[in-house]
């Protein structure tokens, strides 16, 4: 008998999730000035791993006889769902020059993708300034 495998592992299902926890530590991170810049640009880039290849979010990758593409759930902001063909076709619109503005639009379609794509500017932002000397972090 198949199983959907949501319970198969230890955490029941949260383990992708461990993102949003990176983040909340990161904003720990920026409110104890203790934390050195090694600390917040190693938590930004683990938020930004994670946006990028593990949050929920929709896939979007273009299909037939649909405007709004692809509803199946997805893995990242660069990942389609499980069908390989849209992987593939999400990688591309990086890629292909007059795809990118669908990708870009893409970004922001729904709550969970606006979401996601700005928790990964924020945390790109966030690494940046973190290495930036005589900045924030003194």
């Known amino acids: 008998m198949a199983t959907s495998g949501a319970g198969s592992n230890r955490l ?29 640009v190693s938590l930004s880039a683990a938020v930004l791993a994670w946006c990028f290849f593990q949050a929920p979010v929709t896939c979007g990758a273009g299909v037939r006889g649909r405007q709004d593409g692809c509803r199946n759930n997805a893995t990242g902001l660069l990942l389609g769902c499980h069908i390989r063909q849209h ?52």
């Not at 029941?12 to 090694?38: C, E, H, M, T």
């Not at 990708?103 to 966030?126: E, M, P, Y």
């Open 12 to 40: 029941g299902g949260l383990g992708q999730w461990w993102g949003v926890v990176a983040g909340a530590l990161l904003i720990a991170a920026w409110i104890n000035k203790a934390a050195g810049p090694a600390v917040v």
């Open 87 to 138: 992987r593939w076709q999400k990688l591309k619109m990086l890629i292909i020059r007059r795809k990118v503005r669908a990708f870009c639009s893409g970004l922001f379609s729904d709550g969970k993708a606006t979401l996601v794509t700005l928790a990964a500017i924020g945390s790109f932002l966030s690494g940046l300034v973190a290495l930036i000397p005589d900045t924030a972090l003194q």
